[in-house]
């Protein structure tokens, strides 16, 4: 997995758990990471995704179907009039 990005890059302290940083330091000498920065970082990019993902869905379960596609139908019949014949 990749997680090179071009993006200028902040520094920053973290406090973690002991156990924590040890599992990090396993994947780095695993080379799954080159170091402890890139496998954090990895796993808040990680996480801010799911939660974008889990916050669309909670907003999409907000919306009515019936109101939707009485929205999109709006008007169609009228666009429909203004087509060719075929």
Avoid: C, I
Avoid at 49 to 66: I, Q
Wanted: net charge negative; proline share 3%; glycine share 2%.
């Amino acid at each position: 997995m990749d997680h090179r990005t071009l993006m200028p890059k902040t520094k920053v302290a973290l406090t973690l758990d002991a156990e924590l940083v040890e599992q990090v330091d396993e994947l780095v000498a695993k080379r799954q990471f080159r170091n402890r920065s890139q496998a954090v970082e990895a796993a808040l990019s990680d996480k801010l995704r799911r939660l974008a993902r889990t916050r669309l869905a909670r907003e999409s379960a907000k919306l009515n179907p019936e109101e939707e596609k009485q929205l999109a139908d709006e008007g169609l019949s009228d666009a429909l009039d203004a087509w060719p014949e075929y």
